[in-house]
């Protein structure tokens, strides 16, 4: 029979033991660190690891509560859709509890009281306030207090993925202001040498801990933890490391009575019912400009795609090896980085295009050395006996090309062709990376702003294919009277 000692010493070791075990407990946290910062963003001086200012508090929330931190990076527009899917455990990332967002998921306390900063170019003098930003473009960030803030007050507005895109186009003269929270205007535009605030902050707001709807326990363990980290100093001294520190979050310091919100967050800009009508005429705006793209670039494609594959096939040997590398430089590379560099690497030598323009004229690019390698094909696949027929009837290489060649390649070159316009189509997605406002990007703003994945989802699917079902009929038809036309002349030319 086991001693009192020894009975003792086994239970202080299983307590032992279990305590590290909960220590060892992860708190997995998803925020999005592409242009995160200061929030969270990869260190520039050690580009494996994440700093932030959040990054840091999360630290000291997770040692309140007995966990280790794990990072889980995301997209901003699909951060409450990954926490549903138990992606991680919480949202970390500046995230307002917004009226939209609380019907899917919980918040905690909150943790830093924030305000918006109106930015202009430091030769502004005609915008001072947002009263002033009627008849001009602001940029922000899409889903947000300052995006919502816009729409209330129809403001023109860009949504951009992350805010350095947004301050970058304003040095560049593409939009005339940018509203964005306070530690993303603190940590840009004090760097900056080319931009100023217009104004003193304004609206004030919270940032919360999001959390899944029936994880009680855990809010539970958040909010304590939020409240040690305020009460013990860390948050302050975080805080004030990163320059975020004002009067302000001394509020957060003061006990709620009954009944009563801790922290003022301002009135609630956004609707109680999810609008279809609104969202479908959104949608429909949308693919109106989906479709202005598709057709733009697949016209430069097929423009400068014959240009490219008869150089390609009979062009000189310089010629040749040009249109080589341009064929394997636009094949070979993310259609996705292609657009990036025109955007944000062409002003750099002075050659800067709307978002749109950029859009349209890459994807066309990108598209063209595709057709290139189509029209090639089609092209070698013409016998030989067709050249020399030409040339017996007295035709030159240009007017056997013209007359002959061309008309059979092309309805060989069809179906491929009809092929990659309805990849185009989807294709156009890729241009929200560059803040343009297609079909793609106002389902993603719609549904995360909404929730409403599933249906949102079907409808954009109808859009597509109401696009594209179109143009693959008309090339289906096009091809069948080609065939005829082709078989009518063989049995004329067999009576001749």
């Excluded at 479908?280 to 598709?294: G, H, K, Q, S």
């Excluded at 030989?384 to 240009?398: D, H, I, K, N």
């Excluded at 406002?437 to 549904?447: D, I, K, S, V």
Aim: glycine content about 6%; aromatic content about 10%.
């Amino acid at each position: 029979m086991p001693s009192p000692v020894s009975k003792l010493l086994w239970i202080a070791a299983c307590l032992l033991f279990s305590g590290n075990v909960s220590a060892q407990q992860p708190l997995r946290w998803g925020a999005d660190p592409s242009g995160g910062a200061p929030y969270v963003y990869n260190d520039p001086n050690h580009p494996d690891q994440y700093i932030g200012y959040e990054k840091e508090m999360v630290d000291a929330l997770a040692a309140a509560m007995g966990r280790k931190p794990e990072f889980a990076p995301s997209d901003w527009e699909t951060l409450v859709s990954a926490l549903q899917r138990k992606s991680f455990d919480v949202i970390v990332n500046g995230l307002e509890p917004t009226s939209d967002r609380q019907k899917q998921i919980q918040f905690s306390k909150p943790y830093y009281i924030f305000q918006l900063a109106l930015t202009v170019r430091n030769g502004e003098q005609q915008i001072h306030s947002l009263a002033d930003c009627k008849n001009r473009v602001v940029g922000t960030l899409g889903n947000t207090a300052a995006s919502r803030l816009l729409q209330k007050e129809n403001i023109p507005m860009r949504a951009y993925a992350e805010p350095l895109t947004a301050y970058r186009d304003l040095e560049l003269k593409r939009i005339d202001a940018v509203i964005m929270d306070v530690p993303a205007e603190v940590f840009y535009v004090s760097k900056s040498t080319t931009l100023k605030r217009a104004c003193e902050p304004f609206f004030r707001g919270t940032y919360n801990v999001g959390l899944r709807k029936g994880d009680d326990a855990l809010k539970t363990e958040v909010d304590a933890a939020i409240d040690k980290i305020i009460n013990d100093g860390s948050l302050e001294k975080i805080l004030r490391k990163w320059g975020l520190w004002n009067d302000a979050q001394l509020e957060l310091q003061k006990p709620a009575k009954a009944g009563e919100k801790n922290v003022d967050v301002g009135y609630d800009i956004t609707s109680a019912a999810f609008n279809w009508r609104e969202a479908i005429w959104r949608l429909t705006r949308a693919a109106f400009v989906t479709v202005l793209i598709a057709f733009g670039s697949m016209v430069i494609a097929l423009v400068l795609g014959m240009p490219l594959a008869i150089g390609q096939w009979k062009g000189p040997r310089p010629v040749q090896w040009l249109c080589t590398i341009y064929v394997e430089f636009f094949r070979g590379t993310p259609v996705l980085v292609q657009l990036l560099f025109l955007y944000f690497g062409l002003p750099t030598i002075g050659l800067a295009m709307p978002a749109w323009l950029t859009a349209l004229i890459g994807l066309g690019l990108n598209y063209a050395a595709y057709e290139s390698q189509v029209y090639r094909a089609a092209l070698e696949a013409i016998p030989r006996g067709q050249w020399e027929a030409s040339y017996l009837l007295g035709m030159g290489p240009v007017l056997a090309f013209r007359r002959i060649i061309l008309p059979q390649a092309f309805r060989i070159a069809l179906p491929p062709m009809t092929n990659d316009f309805v990849s185009l189509f989807k294709d156009t997605s890729t241009a929200y990376a560059i803040s343009v406002w297609e079909l793609a990007t106002a389902y993603r703003e719609l549904a995360n702003a909404s929730g409403q994945f599933l249906l949102l989802g079907v409808a954009v699917s109808l859009y597509y294919l109401a696009m594209s079902l179109p143009m693959a009929h008309l090339a289906r038809r096009l091809e069948r009277k080609l065939q005829r036309r082709e078989a009518i002349e063989a049995v004329e030319a067999e009576i001749n």
